[in-house]
């Protein structure tokens, strides 16, 4: 081993045991619809010298997520597009193999923002270190990251979830929309509704504590909706308030949107969280054809980015860690294993080929 160390707190390494280069996926091309493989290239880069403040990450584990479909398209947005030739970049969570950071030492677990390739050069502040022992590394690419933060933040404060609401969750057996719903019963919902791509899902839904769910591909979705709620008795004859949903979750927009403002109640409130059914298309997608509807019914229609709820991070981490530590909340993983099936996964994704969150491992 070498003797050289670069602050107090980090152990010495041994760089000449430390890797030189690094897969990674790029970019090729620009996908017009829905993307395919040849969109993607595997390739190989080096390795920079770590640089004062800096730490070398061995990825063990990265995310695909529905969001990265939009950046692949060379749009503004709310995220800069990813560019052509280059690494894509998503979350990720690996061990700390070289430290040059006081805040990092080697074999700390931390998450960061630099998957889709085996190692990661980060800077101080790029990287977050985080406690294993509260769950499987995985968990922080989920239900204990990003994700959950997503479900908890779009229900509590853009939704404005009340105890005693009912709530429609669409892609309701995929990362996001799994959590809102259990979220929502630990918060006290009367009703929980759920919309999945396959009866397998459907069925997993009913397991992880959903009081109905239906498979969107038995019929039209306001029809199916309006079903569950008689079934879970949120429906009678002559109700008004007492007939729909309170919050709708919004991961699918198109029919699914136009299903749930016909049956919100008054006040009701949609926190608008992703639009998957639209995100291969190469023509202008027509908006719901009964908005209007927001109009006497005073709903509240919100779209939302989870960076804007760092804020809410500590308070959903402490509530989530308990709900795991009780069982209260569940999550699913989907494992696809290999840097080199990230693009299939991520293809996959966007078919629903995945129950809770899509991991790919790397180690």
Request: charged share 20%.
């Amino acid at each position: 081993m070498s003797n050289e160390s670069h602050n107090h707190d980090t152990p010495a390494v041994d760089k000449s045991a430390l890797p030189r280069t690094t897969r990674e996926v790029q970019l090729a091309s620009r996908p017009q619809g829905e993307p395919v493989p040849e969109n993607f290239r595997l390739t190989e880069s080096d390795i920079p010298a770590l640089a004062d403040g800096q730490i070398l990450v061995r990825n063990t584990a990265m995310s695909v997520d529905p969001y990265m479909r939009g950046r692949m398209n060379d749009v503004k947005s709310y995220s800069p597009p990813f560019a052509l030739n280059a690494a894509l970049d998503g979350g990720a969570v690996g061990e700390v193999i070289a430290s040059r950071s006081a805040a990092h030492k080697v074999g700390d677990v931390v998450v960061h923002a630099l998957g889709w390739r085996d190692y990661a050069v980060l800077a101080e502040g790029e990287a977050r270190t985080v406690d294993s022992t509260l769950s499987r590394p995985t968990a922080f690419l989920g239900a204990l990251g990003m994700t959950g933060l997503t479900a908890y933040a779009g229900l509590t404060e853009v939704a404005a979830f009340k105890p005693g609401d009912t709530v429609f969750v669409s892609a309701a057996a995929g990362a996001v929309g799994s959590l809102v719903g259990q979220i929502a019963k630990n918060l006290g919902a009367a009703r929980v509704i759920g919309s999945a791509g396959s009866s397998e899902k459907v069925a997993r839904l009913l397991e992880l504590g959903f009081d109905a769910a239906f498979n969107y591909h038995d019929g039209p979705v306001k029809d199916q909706l309006k079903a569950a709620l008689q079934r879970t008795g949120a429906a009678t004859p002559g109700a008004s308030d007492a007939a729909g949903i309170d919050v709708y979750f919004d991961n699918v927009g198109g029919e699914h949107l136009e299903a749930a403002i016909s049956v919100l109640n008054r006040f009701g409130r949609v926190a608008m969280c992703g639009a998957i059914s639209q995100y291969n298309s190469t023509a202008p997608v027509s908006g719901p054809r009964n908005l209007a509807l927001a109009i006497g019914k005073q709903l509240t229609l919100r779209g939302f980015i989870v960076g804007s709820y760092q804020y809410l991070a500590e308070e959903f981490a402490g509530k989530m860690a308990r709900w795991l530590g009780d069982g209260a909340v569940r999550f699913d993983e989907t494992f696809v294993h290999g840097l080199e099936n990230a693009p299939q996964a991520f293809i996959d994704l966007l078919r629903g080929a995945n129950t809770g969150k899509m991991v790919v491992t790397l180690d």
